[in-house]
């Protein structure tokens, strides 16, 4: 059974910050891993997918990596920004396209 | 233009009824998803469905059942509601699924369920 597990469960920085959120799972037989974004209130924003064969993606200001092997991942936001503020949910996704979703980041990004 | 859309966006309701929340997707994706996110905001996955497989989550009680007219809905049915299942409810779609070959899941907006 996989498990998803996310560290820091909040993290607070003030605005230009680069930062990095964790992300490690227990069953390395993943098909993919992506990244979310969830404001207060509101739905999931897919922010970054990364397939099983990939390394790394980019997308602007955001940087997810991926290591199979060590069960980890990472998100990277560069000069972070108050709007970034939001919970941030990584989800490992096995067979039948299920995904298996962390606890998520709270973060708060200070003017 | 909305890509998945829920109704209602809030529900109270009491123990013991039955209920059902909506969900439509207009991006011509063949698999859809319920999922249930928890007070303490812990999302699990609830049926992923296509026309082809419905993949149940084994903690599901048989209580709540999708039900799909076409490819484009899939409805969540829930029977005997209760107090344990307020919750909020995202339904989510994408255009593959049930494979190797996985693409994004896009969220509707949530259905913020309350029994009473």
């Known amino acids: 059974k996989q498990e998803v597990t996310q560290i820091p469960a909040a993290l607070s920085v003030p605005e230009g910050e680069n930062l990095v959120l964790n992300c490690s799972f227990t069953d390395s037989a993943i098909y993919n891993l992506q990244w979310f974004r969830q404001d207060p209130g509101k739905g999931l924003t897919s922010l970054l997918l990364i397939q099983s064969s990939q390394r790394e993606q980019t997308s602007g200001r955001l940087n997810a990596s991926l290591d199979k092997s060590s069960g980890r991942s990472t998100l990277y936001i560069a000069a972070s920004q108050p709007g970034d503020s939001a919970t941030y949910l990584c989800a490992a996704t096995n067979a039948g396209n299920m995904l298996t979703f962390g606890g998520g980041t709270r973060l708060m990004v200070k003017p | 233009d909305t890509a998945v859309s829920q109704t209602p966006k809030y529900l109270v309701t009491q123990m013991g009824n039955d209920k059902s929340i909506k969900c439509e997707q207009n991006l011509g994706h063949d698999t859809m998803y319920w999922y249930k996110q928890d007070s303490k905001k812990f999302l699990k996955i609830m049926f992923s469905y296509n026309n082809k497989e419905l993949i149940i989550n084994e903690t599901v009680p048989n209580r709540f059942s999708p039900k799909s007219p076409d490819k484009a809905h899939l409805n969540l049915h829930i029977n005997s509601l209760e107090l344990g299942d307020s919750a909020v409810y995202f339904c989510?779609?994408?255009?593959?699924?049930?494979?190797?070959?996985?693409?994004?899941?896009?969220f509707g907006p949530g259905t913020r369920l309350t029994v009473l």
């Open positions: 989510a779609s994408s255009q593959l699924g049930g494979g190797p070959r996985t693409d994004t899941q896009y």
